[in-house]
């Protein structure tokens, strides 16, 4: 059974960034979709961004275009997730979610958390002066 492991989280100043890593515990990492979730305080888990290990092609929430890019690295069976800019409404637990699939992604399509069968733990990244 494939487990996601989250990493890189802390704490980070406004402007600032930092990448976080999802690790996957399986042979390959071939025809998945991975997805990256985050949950504020008071606030509902939502998507953020996420990628088609099969042909790589990823989608975004309109509120981290331009600033957050995911990125795989297969042999390693990671997924990255590089954040730039950050401010303080990006602070929030961070999620790493995958699921089988096969073909292209669009945000449309990964956004929908119920579509994931594997979750990590979470990691916190913290934006702050």
């Known amino acids: 059974q494939l487990q996601v492991v989250e990493s890189g989280g802390g704490l980070v100043q406004p402007g600032g960034s930092v990448r976080l890593t999802c690790t996957a515990t399986?042979?390959?990492?071939?025809?998945?979709?991975i997805a990256w979730f985050r949950q504020a305080p008071g606030r509902e888990r939502e998507a953020v961004s996420c990628?088609?290990?099969?042909?790589?092609?990823?989608g975004y929430a309109d509120s981290v275009k331009g600033r957050f890019t995911i990125s795989i690295d297969k042999p390693r069976n990671r997924v990255y997730m590089q954040m730039d800019k950050l401010n303080a409404e990006d602070s929030a637990v961070y999620y790493c979610a995958a699921v089988r699939h096969a073909g292209p992604l669009s945000f449309a399509i990964c956004r929908t958390q119920s579509a994931y069968e594997y979750w990590g733990r979470g990691t916190q990244v913290t934006v702050s002066p």
């Open positions: 399986t042979a390959t990492l071939d025809y998945y979709a």
């Open positions: 990628i088609s290990t099969s042909d790589e092609s990823t």
